[in-house]
């Protein structure tokens, strides 16, 4: 079962870049296909985003604190089109890749 990372393992920095390209594009399309999210917490296009870019992280990067907030972050209507995904993968893996 090698493909979660450990909380204590650092990730590759193919899994970095990989993470932070998902963080990216996961926000892309929240800012810009804002009229297809606007249901915020209502949303489950948003809301299965959400749920798939944190599984991926989780996945690339092994779990997080940061990850939690950010997810609680996407369910509020206003806080989902800042780039919060982006904000976590950026803390998360600071300093590697």
């Known amino acids: 079962m090698g493909?979660?990372?450990s909380p204590r393992?650092?990730?590759?920095?193919?899994?970095?870049?990989?993470a932070r390209f998902v963080a990216v594009g996961a926000d892309a399309i929240q800012i810009f296909a804002v009229p297809?999210?606007?249901?915020?917490a209502a949303s489950p296009v948003n809301d299965a985003?959400?749920?798939a870019?944190?599984?991926?992280?989780?996945?690339?990067?092994?779990?997080?604190?940061?990850?939690?907030?950010?997810?609680?972050?996407?369910?509020v209507p206003v806080l989902g089109?800042?780039?919060?995904?982006?904000a976590a993968a950026l803390f998360v893996t600071r300093g590697r890749g």
């Not at 393992?9 to 990989?18: E, F, I, K, L, M």
């Open 9 to 18: 393992a650092t990730p590759s920095p193919a899994r970095v870049w990989a």
């Open 53 to 75: 870019v944190g599984i991926v992280m989780v996945v690339l990067l092994g779990w997080h604190i940061a990850f939690l907030p950010t997810f609680v972050a996407e369910l």
């Open 49 to 51: 985003l959400d749920v």
């Open 36 to 40: 297809a999210f606007l249901g915020g």
């Open 3 to 5: 493909s979660v990372m």
């Open 81 to 86: 089109i800042f780039p919060t995904w982006t």
